[in-house]
T-cell receptor
Framework: AQSVTQLGSHVSVSEGALVLLRCNYSSSVPPYLFWYVQYPNQGLQLLLKYTSAATLVKGINGFEAEFKKSETSFHLTKPSAHMSDAAEYFCAVSLGAGNNRKLIWGLGTSLAVNP | DVKVTQSSRYLVKRTGEKVFLECVQDMDHENMFWYRQDPGLGLRLIYFSYDVKMKEKGDIPEGYSVSREKKERFSLILESASTNQTSMYLC??????????????FGPGTRLLVL
């Protein structure tokens, strides 16, 4: 079955440290890959997406992600964490087309940023 | 900007009540989705709709029904609320590009408590 795995349900970093949130998918090359962020008591909002144009994708708030086909990965990074980055992060893969289109979600990673 | 609105942010209902959750989007998106979000379980798809009057079951449709009479509105119905339906409910909408699901835009969520 197709799946999305986010390694680490909880990640804690210090303010100013590198943020690395991992996402792996089990499929052949997907049409689209997404990272979403959810701040407390809010809905999800798009951070960035890969649509087969460039393997390194830049998103909002200084985040970026690199699509690596050989590793079936789409890890999210940010060079320097801010307190405001504390949130839940979700990776998702859009697979199929037409009547077979579907979105597969990871379980999420909760990011804590320590002062 | 796409706007997805949900009728209530917080809702408290009694066991056995019929509950209606309403979602409206203003960007003429053909696809609409209802998810529930529970700690440790990520987002689970309840129902989705690719067109007016069209609905498809997601991963956990039991105990729920939906209605899409107009393109902009997608309603989730709990026929007889039970305590295990206490959850955060998220509505989303999206376009399809070449039949592939595009970015999903989320509402702020409805936190439902069933007593």
């Amino acid at each position: 079955a197709q799946s999305v795995t986010q390694l680490g349900s909880h990640v804690s970093v210090s303010e100013g440290a590198l943020v690395l949130l991992r996402c792996n998918y089990s499929s052949s090359v997907p049409p689209y890959l997404f990272w979403y962020v959810q701040y407390p008591n809010q809905g999800l909002q798009l951070l960035l997406k890969y649509t087969s144009a460039a393997t390194l994708v830049k998103g909002i708030n200084g985040f970026e992600a690199e699509f690596k086909k050989s590793e079936t990965s789409f890890h999210l990074t940010k060079p320097s964490a801010h307190m405001s980055d504390a949130a839940e992060y979700f990776c998702a893969v859009s697979l199929g087309a037409g009547n077979n289109r579907k979105l597969i979600w990871g379980l999420g990673t909760s990011l804590a940023v320590n002062p | 900007d796409v706007k997805v609105t949900q009728s209530s942010r917080y809702l408290v209902k009694r066991t056995g009540e019929k509950v209606f959750l309403e979602c409206v989007q203003d960007m003429d998106h053909e696809n609409m989705f209802w998810y529930r979000q529970d700690p440790g379980l990520g987002l689970r798809l309840i129902y989705f709709s690719y067109d007016v009057k069209m609905k498809e079951k997601g991963d956990i449709p039991e105990g729920y029904s939906v209605s899409r009479e107009k393109k902009e509105r997608f309603s989730l119905i709990l026929e007889s609320a039970s305590t295990n339906q206490t959850s955060m409910y998220l509505c989303a909408s999206s376009l399809s590009l070449a039949g592939v699901l595009e970015t999903q835009y989320f509402g702020p969520g409805t936190r439902l408590l069933v007593l």
